[in-house]
């Protein structure tokens, strides 16, 4: 019989009889059972769990990023709302896409943005409007930039604006003056983008409409790896990896190097010249983004540092220069394939124009076929009809008689509200004509569910000067020449936040229009 005077604690050798697997086994049991406790609770027992939608994605964030990387994202979201037959589909363990265009304004208006958009800061410490999550954040710069995009400072610039069109055909005669040589229209219309951008931004001819290049080109492409790169890597791990000698990974981050020095010394003069006379703000008449930016105080009574804003400036050349050349090759790819159309929009624009080569911003403006093209073309290939992420606030929301809690992200995409039949009949029919009504409520009742911008107080900043682009784009190439897609090009929109035809170029053959 053993007493407790007999009893030995168990030593440290005792336990190491026990099997390493043993222990390994009894690890992994325990986690497994944590993982099925955990699944189990959020999939029947979670504040969201009663909003259709695939269980794999109400487990993991993986179902949603693997959409993302693949570049179907909006695709498949369109999808989960048809297959559950439900405004409200839950796609993550806390993120919700809703296509109720009753609850955009309450969305749109009110809440914060995502985490995901922290992940667009250009350098960091220095984040612009467009990563700014609240609104003591981005308001200030917004109140402080919203001069520059105006309509009239927009249409100060018109002469250069024009003259970087005329570049860009002179290119097209150049490499395509009979028809037999292709031409990337997206990749010249891009040139002309991110000039236009780069004027009303830092008021700097970069001339890639001329010449086919620009530093600033490149510098787009290069930060759209580093987004990639910050979004699929924690931050912690990320600074980790920069320390190590690792050269493809610092080859994609040198961009950044590239462009503080380059900017700093692009604002330096600028810098100078409102340090010795501040009055030059004022007397700026075409309100340039960075001198505007260097000069005044925000409405919180601080000044920028000028490295953010230079991460202002290119956040809007980022933002402005894809967006526009992507949707002017859409409707470049529609138009070629309605002649009727593209016929009609020719006869409407050449009446304008008459013999110059393209009316100006204010004709343009007013042309009802031309504005109905873009319309549609924004409604049905916009570069920017993917989701666009808000996080929940403390209290919650309602959305469709549901309680959405907080700490939940919620979204609505373009490509769904855009597709809404009892909205836009036959929507996946592009047809400019129903932009045509004068019934003014039909009218309202379409704009009020069209955000190819964004939408509320988020909405883009720069509009002004993407619709003149457009404008200008469209029309001159419509009414000098006809033109036709090359076959064989791989034009499936991806969605990677930003569009962009997954073969990345619009090759067209173009011949001239005999206007005798």
């Given amino acids: ?12 050798a005792s336990f190491s009889t026990l099997s390493v697997w043993q222990v390994v086994g009894a690890s992994s049991l325990a986690l497994l059972f944590t993982f099925i406790a955990q699944s189990i609770y959020t999939l029947y027992f979670d504040p969201l769990s009663h909003i259709p939608g695939p269980k794999s994605a109400a487990l993991s964030h993986f179902w949603l990023f693997k959409e993302s990387m693949m570049g179907t994202r909006m695709y498949t979201i369109h999808k989960m709302h048809a297959k559950y037959n439900s405004k409200l589909v839950r796609l993550g363990p806390k993120y919700v896409q809703f296509s109720d265009n009753r609850a955009l304004s309450q969305v749109y208006t009110k809440l914060p943005k995502s985490i995901f958009y922290s992940g667009t800061e250009i350098i960091e410490g ?9 609104a003591k954040d981005w308001a200030p710069i917004r109140k402080l930039i919203s001069p520059t995009y105006s309509y009239s400072n927009v249409a100060s610039w018109e002469g250069e604006l024009t003259d970087n069109v005329q570049h860009m055909l002179n290119r097209i005669d150049e490499t395509n003056g009979k ?57 912690a791990l990320l600074r980790f990896l920069l320390k190590l000698p690792i050269p493809k990974l610092h080859a994609i981050f040198d961009v950044e190097t590239q462009f503080i020095n380059h900017t700093l010394k692009v604002l330096e003069p600028l810098r100078l010249q409102v340090e010795a006379d501040p009055k030059i703000v004022d007397l700026d008449e075409r309100n340039t983004l960075a001198i505007r930016c260097l000069g005044k105080e925000m409405t919180n009574g601080k000044k920028m540092h000028p490295l953010t804003v230079g991460c202002e400036a290119f956040g809007h050349v980022y933002a402005g220069t894809d967006t526009t050349s992507v949707l002017v090759s859409y409707a470049l790819k529609r138009l070629s394939e309605n002649p009727q159309m593209c016929e009609r929009l ?48 403390v209290g919650g929301i309602v959305i469709d008689n549901t309680f959405i809690p907080e700490g939940t992200t919620i979204a609505a995409q373009g490509y769904t509200i855009h597709r809404n039949p009892e909205v836009f009949p036959q929507p996946d029919t592009w047809m400019p004509e129903r932009w ?41 190439i419509v009414k000098k020449y006809t033109f036709e897609m090359v076959p064989g090009q791989d034009m499936f929109l991806e969605d990677h936040f930003v569009g962009a035809p997954r073969g990345h170029e619009t090759k067209m053959l173009f011949k001239g229009v005999d206007h005798s």
Avoid at 1 to 12: K, S
Avoid at 209 to 232: A, H, M, N, P
Avoid at 444 to 464: D, E, H, T, V, W
């Fill in 346 to 393: 020719r006869k409407e624009v050449t009446e304008a124009a008459g013999d110059s080569m393209c009316a100006d911003i204010s004709a343009l403006a007013k042309l009802p076929y031309l504005n109905a093209v873009i319309h549609e073309s924004l409604r049905t290939d916009g570069p920017a009809n993917s989701s666009l992420e808000r996080d929940v606030p």
């Fill in 1 to 12: 019989m053993t007493v407790l005077a007999d009893y030995q604690l168990p030593t440290f």
């Fill in 126 to 134: 220095h984040p612009h409007s467009m990563a700014s999550r609240e």
């Fill in 179 to 235: 028809g037999a040589t292709p031409v990337d229209i997206l990749y010249l219309t891009r040139c002309v983008a991110s000039d236009a951008v780069g004027l009303l931004a830092f008021g700097e001819d970069w001339g890639a409409s001329r010449s086919g290049y620009s530093k600033w080109i490149q510098w787009i492409d290069g930060f759209t790896l580093v987004f990639i790169t910050k979004g699929v890597t924690p931050k």
């Fill in 436 to 476: 045509l009504t004068d019934d003014i409520e039909q009218k309202k009742l379409l704009l009020n569910n069209f955000m190819p911008f964004g939408f509320s107080s988020r909405i883009c900043a720069g509009q002004m000067l993407a619709w003149a682009d457009m404008r200008l784009l469209i029309a001159s």
